[in-house]
Structures are given as C-alpha cells and as structure tokens.
C-alpha cells in the first residue's frame, strides 16, 4: 500500500480542460439517491406528516419499495443502477474481495497497475511511466451511454466511480481513498493511554506533555514517493494551553479550540525531496482540553486544488468545484463511522460531521442543478445510509444499546429523513418545468443486534480447519490449514469453496464442490441462534445460478442471506475465526442491509407516471437510456 501511494503522489497527471458554451438544456432527467433509505420508515414518517415534499412527489408519480441488489450492499447496488446489469457482468460483488493466492481481503471497487518501468538512482526509486488506477466495475453506466449518444451528463459521488468516468462532469464517490491509500486512517492523540483499535482505521499517539505544557509530536502522512521502504512523510502538530482552550498549530493553522469544537480545513505540507511536497486538507476536533488532551485529526484527504489521484472528469472539476463552494471531503466514505464505532468520537460529534458532508453535497447539487447545461444529473447523498447505520440503536429497543442512547441520537435517523425532504423541495423549487425527477434508494434497514461467526460454523462443520494446537485464528486465516479446509467466508455475505486450480492452496475438484455446496446450502438455514433460538440465516443463493454467465474468479461460490437482527461479524468479514459462533452487537454499527435483499428493498419515487415498469434497481439505468433515447429522436 505504502508503495502504491508512493506512486499516486509522484505519478498522477492533472490535466486542464477547455471551457465552451453550451446550449440550455429543456428536459432534464435528474436522478436523485438517498443511500439506505428505508420504505417502511419513509411510509411511517410521510403518514405522519413528517415528509411533506415525499409525499408531494409520490401523488405527482407514483412510489414503492425498489427490490435492491444481490448481495444488498451499496457498492454491488449501485453498479446494478449505473449498468443495468447484475454482479455477474458488472464485476461488483461486495465491498471486499478475496485475493486467491493469499485468501487476504482487498477492496473491491479500483485496483492499481504500478509503472512497468523504474529507475534506481541514488537510493530512490524513479518511475519512468505512469501508475494506472482501474474501476473494477466493468459494463457501460447509463450517463456514458448518453454521453456516447451526444447527450451531456453530470454525475455527484455516486458509489463505485473511482476512478471517475470521462465526460462532460463527474466527481468520484466511494472508492476515493484517502492520501495515506486506505478508506479514512484518522490519528487520535492523548495524554493517556488507548486502547487498540478494533477496526485497523485509529492511529493512535501517546502525548506527553513538558512543565510547560507545551506538545511536540507529529501527524503521519503518506508513504515517500522515491523511497518505498523509508518512513513515512510527517509534519508537525503542536500544542500549548489557552486557558480553557487548546492552541493547535498544525499545517498552515494556528488556531485556538475549546472542548467539543471542529476546526475548519487546515491544509497540511509533507516535504519529500527537497522542496517538493504533498498537501492534503485536515479537520481536527478537540475532545478534551488540559489536563488531559485528547485531539482527534481526521484522516488526510486528497487536496481537490491538486489531486494526486483522479477526482473528477474533467481533471479541474475538482479544483473548481473547491473554488465554487468551498473545501470538501474528498473521501469516497467521508463520514467517520469507525471512529465513532472505536469510541473516539461522541454522537453530537459525528452528528457535526454528518451535517458538514451533507452540506458540502448539497452545494454540489445545486450547482449542477443551477447550471442547466447536462441532460442527465445524477447525484447520491449517503447520510441517511451512515445515520442508519450508526443510529438504528435509538430506534431499536432490542439492541444492546438501546437504553444508553440519548434522544438526540434516537432522533437521528427521523432528523435525516426530515433533512432528505427539505432537500427534495430545494430540488424540485430547482427543476424547470419539463424535468423529470428519479428519487430512490439502494436498498433499506434492518436492525444489527447479533454478529455472526460464519468461519466458525464452517471449522464447527469440519469445512475449515485449524492449524494443529489451534482453536482460533486471527483476521487474514492466519491459523488456517489450507491443505485441509474445503469452504471459508470473506466479505459481508460471500462464501468461497477452496476450489483446485483457482485458489492458490486450492484442494476441492467440481465434483466435490457442488456436493459441499449442498451441504452449505441446507446446513445454513438450520442455524440456530444459541442464545435466542432465533433463525439465523434465511436463504443461500448459488453463486452459479445467481450470477448466469458469469466467468469472473471474483465472483463468491455462495451468496448468504442473514435473518433479520443479524450479519456477518466483522471478524468474518476479514477471515478471522473466532470461538463464539454468535456475539451480541456492541458497537453503534447498530443498523445494517447485508442481508437476505427481499428484507431491505430500496425506495422509488417519480415525479411522473413511468412508461416502463422499475422493477427493480438495474431498471433506472434501462429508463434512462430510453427516456435520453426518446426524447433526442
């Protein structure tokens, strides 16, 4: 990873575009998404009144649950909705994807093609070409399609869009990483110990004051970009006491923050050679003050005035959009949902942090709205997705932490649905009078009250097996003896066979295969929770049947529908293997959709009366087509 990044720092190439007058555009199609919205809560609320605008717009058109994708996760549902296809075309099949010769998780959305050619001088490491970053998701998005055809589309942070598309405007959603190459690194400094994070997201720095008070340390940057195995870049992070309040110098600020304050951006320098360097753009919150300081540093975001990975088609979008509306969160996951999950941010806290993204969105929106030059507009807001994730406790009197949730987390999630429909009124007050709007969701919720050890059922079964002496294994199969394991799980619903010829240590041929398939196929449903007797997984989908077609080594053997109240643990999402086969869920991770999908179908609204049913997902893209297509001739 150290390398990689190493590679988009010296290697990415910005490219200026070329302004030109365009004509007005009449008709537009603007889709609007609200990632996780959920059919049963927006029915609730609108019948209460609470919804206004959403209820306008359903007696306009028309709304009703939208069957999600298979899996029902955000990455494989949104490329069903860009390409109109499934996961067996698209590529897509969930967030993490195993590595066949190691079994270890990746991302799943882009993968990089280093330089082929490096020049060793003077100890460094000089590329001589270019670093590729590449989409996973294959197949042609609907906006490419109406691009190709003479149209003009503007797409805002849709899920799976990194690198972006080209095209007359798109600016990257998730898939963004951050500048150190993961999916949100924050820094955590305090005076007193921490402890270990769960999630591999926290850094956390021992600070030790002098008589004074006064702080040295440093915040960690990205890898150096010549030197792959040299420490990574830093620059400092100095404190001192203002009375009650905390002076913060880092970057290019020097401000003064009491307890519970955010700072606005602070743009951040990593010097490498010379007087080069990296930027990358910060926001810090102080947690607690003098005595005992707790600052929290968000994880380093991607400068939008000088990406150094691709953000936007055309490459100054980005920049543009910075000098337009202000500085934004660049990463694809800009919500910081692991820090509160580690306890290192407090509710009212990410409730900041949610407000500032979905402000920072909106501005996008409005701005491609108000432009009125793209034929297709496509933007996706991914709050109501985060708050239902981390705030489905308040409104779960079930959960494990229901009864310690406070009322301005229980109101959480209705606040965000209040926020979506304040949102849609500014949309349609926006629209001109022959555009048609698209609001709907990826999929729904469903609480997350028992986290299932899906390795442990398969060791239980005699499917994976543990090295000798071992009754355990850590994240990545350490303890895994793949000479003997026939079956594993990776990922939030994929399970693979060790099939011969495809896995790296590979031991089961085709025959054997179908039969352990069976064996899964109707072992699985059976589960029963140990504690509450509950079922535990509902439905297991053959990845051959699910996928037709398909001829991608990505694609999982088995595709697992869990009950509602229960998910994959995050120990099986990483190939851990614990002793437990169900745990309780103490995490606000309290709210989740990966799933049996016909649990958490998504939302549809339309402004019109569709000419051609939108059964499911993968159907916008096919309307937008043929409503571009249509209206052109």
Known sequence: MKFITGLFLLTALLLASCSQEVSRVEQRLVILGFDGMDPVLARQWMDEGQLPNFRKLASMGGFHSLPTSNPPQSPVAWSDFATGTHPGEHGIYDFLRRDAETHLPGFSISRVVPPEVVLPLFGMELPLDSAEIINRRAGTPFWSAVEERGGRSTVLRVPVSFPPDPGHRMHAGMGVPDLLGTQGTYTIYSTRPLAPSDSGSARSVRMRPDSQGHIETLLEGPAHPLKPDAPALNTNLLLDPAGDKVRVRLGDADIQLAPGDWSDWITVSFEFFGPASVEGIVRAHLISAYPRVQLYVSPIQIDPRAPVVPLSSPPDYAGEMAERIGLYHTIGMPEETWSLNEGHMSDHAFLDVVRTTLEEQENMFYDALDRLDSDVIVSVFVQTDRFSHMFYRGIDPQHPLHDETDAEARDAIAWIYREADRILGETMGRMGSGDRLIVLSDHGFAPFRRAVN????????????????????????????????????????????????????????????????????????????????????????????????????????????????????????????????????????????????????????????????????????HYAEEYWTTRRD
Not at 505 to 530: F, N, T
Request: proline residues 5%; aromatic residues 8%; hydrophobic residues 40%.
């Open 454 to 621: 899906l390795n442990r059922w398969l060791a239980d079964q005699g499917l994976l097996v543990l090295k000798a002496g071992k009754q355990v294994s850590d994240v990545g199969f350490a303890a895994v003896d793949w000479s003997l394991t026939k079956a594993y799980a990776l990922g939030l619903n994929s399970l693979y066979i060790n099939r011969s010829g495809r896995e790296a240590h590979g031991i089961v041929d085709d025959a054997e295969a179908a039969k352990i398939k069976q064996q899964i196929m109707s072992g699985l449903p059976r589960m029963k929770d140990p504690r509450t007797g509950l079922q535990v997984i509902r439905d297991v989908f053959d990845g051959e049947i699910l996928y037709p077609g398909n001829a991608n080594d990505d694609a999982p053997d088995l595709v697992i529908g869990y009950a509602p109240g229960f998910r994959a643990s995050w120990q099986t999402t990483l190939g851990s293997v614990p002793a437990t086969l169900v745990d309780d869920n103490n995490k606000k991770w309290s709210g989740d959709h990966c799933i049996t999908p016909d649990a958490v179908p998504g939302v549809l609204f339309t402004s019109f009366k569709t000419e051609m049913p939108l059964e499911s997902i993968r159907d916008i893209a």
